[in-house]
Structures are given as structure tokens and as C-alpha cells.
């Protein structure tokens, strides 16, 4: 179900707002209005208006324009993780999954979709060290992608979605999903120490991973209710729950 909150004063203050950006353009699905769409917030992705809504999105050229520099910046922050890698407890630490949440938090789990598999095909031939192209990791930078939507899009944000999020992408994608791939490439007698090694990373790295998507939106919050690509409904503080 949407979370309207003050929904109806916002849309006639927006209406009369001549700062209202010009993408906030009428939006009609199902005989709803969808004028200044941004507003709508919702409480679970298990509504047909969430994914109307995010199907929405990819007719937006401004969504489509703002996640084409999002997805150019994962691939610069991929570069720089394999030219000057980080460490911490001797895990390499990758923060492409910074622009990526943030694209799924904006523009939702379609856009999130595409966007995953562009990622990392583009990743592929920019970074290929000579590997054949396994359309496995594709599938898991797109599962990523919407685990992100489904906590994120359209809702407010808390350190317990940024946790419970980067939890499944950590323990279902780069673990379960990471070691079949892996296992596939090479051989399933590895599949039990790759499970453990994953494991073992994965858990190291949670903390510091969930710290950085706090960071990233407490001061990108904000900044993004200012020029209108989210709800003014979402508190500019992250809080716990």
C-alpha cells in the first residue's frame, strides 16, 4: 500500500511551485494521476502501483541520463579498486555498490534491473583479463540490484534496510551465488572452501560495508530532496529503525 503522509498538501504546494523541476511531468497509470510521482512513498514493494511506478522510471530521460553517470561512476570506482586496492583485515574492499543502491533507491528495481546487467557487462570487456564471459555474474550484479529497490525505493531509508539489504547481497549473491559461479568455472570439489572464504569476507566486511551506505545517504539525502529526486516525506537523518 502507498504512504501518502502529507501527500495532497505536497502536490498542490509542488503544483503552484514555479521551481518544480519540469520532469515531474504527468504521469497517468491506471486512471491515477502521477504528477509529482517522487512524493509517493510506499510501505512494501507487494503492490501493483510500486512496480507500475518503477516501470515508470525508464520513460523519465532524466532518471535515464542520472543513471548513465551513476553507472559511468562504477565503473571509475571499479577501476580505481583494482589500480589502488583497499584493505580492510586483509579483505579488498569494492565500493561499486555505493552508486549502485543508489541507482536502485532513486529509480527502483527495473532501472535497477538494467542497470546491474550494464554494470557488469561493461565491466567485463573494460577489465577482462582474458576469462570467457559467464553470464552468471550478470544475473548476480542484477540480483544485487534489486535487493537494493525492494529495501530502498521509494521508502525511508533506516540503517536497518541499509543493514538488511547489504546482508542479503553479501551472504545470498556474493556467497551462495558467488561460489556456484565459481564452482561452475573451476570445480564443485572447491564448493565447500568457497562457501568459507566467502564466507569469512563477506562477514568482515558487513560492517564497514553498512557504515559507508549510512554515510553515503545521510549527506546525499538532503541534496536529493533539494532538487527533487526524492520524497520530501523521507526524514534528511537515517535513523536506526
Request: proline share 5%; net charge positive; hydrophobic share 50%.
Amino acid at each position: 500500500m502507498p504512504h501518502h503522509g502529507k501527500l495532497g498538501k505536497d502536490e498542490h504546494l509542488c503544483g503552484d511551485n514555479p521551481m518544480r523541476p519540469l520532469w515531474n511531468a504527468d504521469l497517468l497509470s491506471g486512471g491515477l494521476n502521477m504528477k509529482n510521482n517522487r512524493e509517493l512513498l510506499f510501505k512494501s514493494p507487494f503492490s501493483v502501483l510500486y512496480w507500475k511506478t518503477a516501470s515508470k522510471e525508464l520513460q523519465v530521460i532524466e532518471s535515464i541520463v542520472l543513471t548513465s553517470i551513476l553507472i559511468g561512476l562504477s565503473l571509475v570506482l571499479e577501476t580505481l579498486g583494482k589500480s589502488i586496492p583497499i584493505y580492510f583485515f586483509d579483505r579488498q574492499v569494492m565500493f561499486v555498490f555505493l552508486p549502485q543502491s543508489l541507482i536502485s533507491m532513486l529509480f527502483g528495481p527495473i532501472v535497477g534491473l538494467f542497470s546491474g546487467a550494464i554494470i557488469d557487462i561493461l565491466g567485463f570487456f573494460i577489465f577482462n583479463s582474458g576469462f570467457v564471459f559467464f553470464p552468471g555474474y550478470t544475473i548476480s550484479s542484477m540480483l544485487s540490484s534489486l535487493i537494493f529497490s525492494l529495501f530502498l525505493y521509494r521508502s525511508r531509508v533506516t540503517v536497518l534496510r541499509l543493514a538488511s539489504a547489504k546482508f542479503l547481497v553479501n551472504m545470498f549473491i556474493n556467497v551462495l551465488l558467488g561460489s556456484v559461479w565459481m564452482a561452475i568455472l573451476t570445480s564443485w570439489n572447491q564448493f565447500s572452501l568457497l562457501m568459507i572464504s566467502g564466507l569469512i569476507k563477506n562477514l568482515s566486511l558487513l560492517p564497514l560495508e553498512v557504515f559507508l551506505l549510512y554515510y553515503l545517504y545521510k549527506k546525499l539525502i538532503p541534496i536529493m530532496k533539494k532538487f527533487f529526486l526524492i520524497s520530501t516525506e523521507i526524514p534528511d537523518e537515517v535513523t536506526l529503525f
